[in-house]
T-cell receptor, first 111, second 112 residues
């Protein structure tokens, strides 16, 4: 799996968009970008994933740069319940079972 | 649809005791796994299974056993608990390798 780099922590005001960056400069052509989050003391929750095109679902949007070396997860209207650790994972579909969560970004949404 | 259910939610063991952490899923997923999460760290894979009757070791398998007799259940056994096994344990399932993983709510284990 390609190495990812995320900021350790970020703040966001409630109601504003939260933009969480992830660098993955060594990503291979067959590797996807996955995002999970972990709200305090709970199990990780899948958010979204993509290969090269931008993706959107009911939770978030994923913007992947054209060279695929970085991506941004966007929570369009952050709420206090979005306070969590967000993990960016880059992996190919057949790259084995383990999900390498790393340290992630701790997002604090403030009133 | 309950998703992934783990029991118990909390457990305190004495050093040397054995116990089984239960994990069940009702989504008919082939892939199931166990992770542990220590304070301030990411999740590390203990064991995983790609179907009934098939299991394999992950990154940190020592001290743990698993079996997969049915698609639904994937119990994790601690043979002789040690303080180093104090952790939060998460069970996960998914239909295939490239798809999203669903996690249980975790079992917080303390070994004294």
């Amino acid at each position: 799996d390609a190495k990812t780099t995320q900021p350790t922590s970020m703040d966001c005001a409630e109601g504003r968009a939260a933009n969480l960056p992830c660098n993955h400069s060594t990503i291979s052509g067959n590797e996807y970008v996955y995002w999970y989050r972990q709200i305090h003391s709970q199990g990780p929750q899948y958010i979204i994933h993509g290969l090269k095109n931008n993706e959107t679902n009911e939770m978030a949007s994923l913007i992947i740069t054209e060279d695929r070396k970085s991506s941004t997860l966007i929570l369009p209207h952050a709420t206090l319940r979005d306070t969590a650790v967000y993990y960016c994972i880059v992996r190919a579909l057949n790259s084995g079972y383990a999900l390498n969560f790393g340290k992630g970004t701790s997002l604090l949404v403030t009133p | 649809n309950a998703g992934v259910t783990q029991t118990p939610k909390f457990q305190v063991l004495k050093t040397g005791q054995s116990m089984t952490l239960q994990c069940a899923q009702d989504m008919n997923h082939e892939y199931m796994s166990w992770y542990r999460q220590d304070p301030g760290m990411g999740l590390r894979l203990i064991h995983y299974s790609v179907g009934a009757g098939i299991t394999d070791q992950g990154e940190v398998p020592n001290g743990y056993n698993v079996s997969r007799s049915t698609t639904e259940d994937f119990p994790l056994r601690l043979l002789s608990a040690a303080p180093s096994q104090t952790s939060v344990y998460f069970c996960a399932s998914r239909p295939s390798l490239g798809t999203e993983a669903f996690f249980g709510q975790g079992t917080r284990l303390t070994v004294v």
